[in-house]
Each structure stands twice: as C-alpha cells, then as structure tokens.
C-alpha cells in the first residue's frame, strides 16, 4: 500500500517494474587481483607511485654517464621496484587471500533486485541496501560493488554475461550518476 495525500493506495507496481537477477560466481586469485591492481592504481597513492618510478627511471637515463655507476644504478632499480614490487606483491597476496578464504573458496550466490544485493553461500545470507552502496564500477574484467572507498564485491564479468544488462539496469535505477560507472557492453 502506498500513501496519497494521507490516504492508504493499493500499490500500483506490477511485476514488470520489479527487477531481479540470480547468478553464482567463483571468485578467482585472478580477479582478486585485478579488483587490488584497479584499488591500488587509481588513488592518488597510485598515480604518485607511478609519476615517481617514471621519474626515477627517467633520472638514471638522463644522467647516465654522468652519474657515478652506482649512483644511476640506485635511480633505476628504484624505479623498477615500484613498477614490479607493487603488482608482483599484489598479486602474491590476491592468490593468497583467495586460496586461505572460505567464503572464497566455495561458489557465492547473488540476488541483486530493488532492495538491494543478497550474498548467500549455504546457510549465511546478507543483504546491503541500493542506499549502503558507495558505487558500483564496471571495469573490463569486473563489476565492482563498492561498500567503501576500501572494499567491495567483487563480480568477475565473464561469469555473468548474460545478466550484465540486468545488473547495470537495476544499479543505473538506484543509484546516482555520480556513484554508478558501468558502460552498456
């Protein structure tokens, strides 16, 4: 029953209006991966990493020759490690916490629909609310359900193909432009 002007109406929404999407994933050290690589790199953090070890590495060519050996050496190796560390690191640790996790190592189902996206694996359930959602980002290998500028679920896109359309339908209508990112295909 929905109110108007004080008085109780017959809800008027049909089936049709309410939206629905079932699918199950299994959530790979690979798409945890990308889901840190994609966390990492766009935060200012990120981009200064990267300014910095190009910087560096931009250094040690410049001065070759100049510079004493050790000294140009110093410039690119710091360089290297920021470009290779990070992402080597990130992805040690991605595999690792996938292969430890329970909840990550057995298959996930969702429900995304008008009240919000329901996580069940066996008995456990819970729901976050369309207004607890941070934003919801579309990259080229995941969607990103993002709970906090830190965390989210995350939704490798080749396991749902066929439901992306409906995922982003339902986002696009709860949520504002500003904290909705994902193209049409």
């Known amino acids: 029953m929905a109110q108007q002007n004080g008085k109780q109406q017959p809800d008027r929404r049909t089936e049709r209006d309410f939206m629905k999407t079932e699918f199950d994933i299994q959530l790979r050290p690979v798409d945890m991966y990308r889901f840190n690589l994609y966390h990492t790199y766009t935060t200012a953090s990120g981009y200064l990493a990267i300014l910095i070890a190009v910087i560096a590495i931009a250094a040690a060519f410049r001065k070759w020759g100049e510079a004493s050996l050790s000294q140009t050496v110093m410039y690119l190796a710091f360089g290297m490690i920021l470009l290779v560390y990070t992402p080597l690191t990130l992805y040690l640790r991605s595999k690792q916490q996938v292969l430890s996790s329970p909840v990550f190592k057995n298959v ?50 080749a396991q749902v193909v066929q439901e992306y359309s409906m995922i982003r339908k ?4 709860h949520l504002e432009t500003y904290r909705f990112k994902m193209k049409e295909k």
């Open 170 to 173: 339902i986002a696009q209508k």
């Open 108 to 157: 996930l189902h969702y429900t995304i629909d008008d009240t919000g996206i329901t996580t069940s694996q066996g008995e456990m359930s819970s729901t976050l609310e369309w207004s607890a959602v941070y934003r919801v980002v579309a990259t080229k290998h995941n969607i990103l359900v993002c709970i906090n500028p830190r965390n989210a679920f995350i939704i490798p896109r």
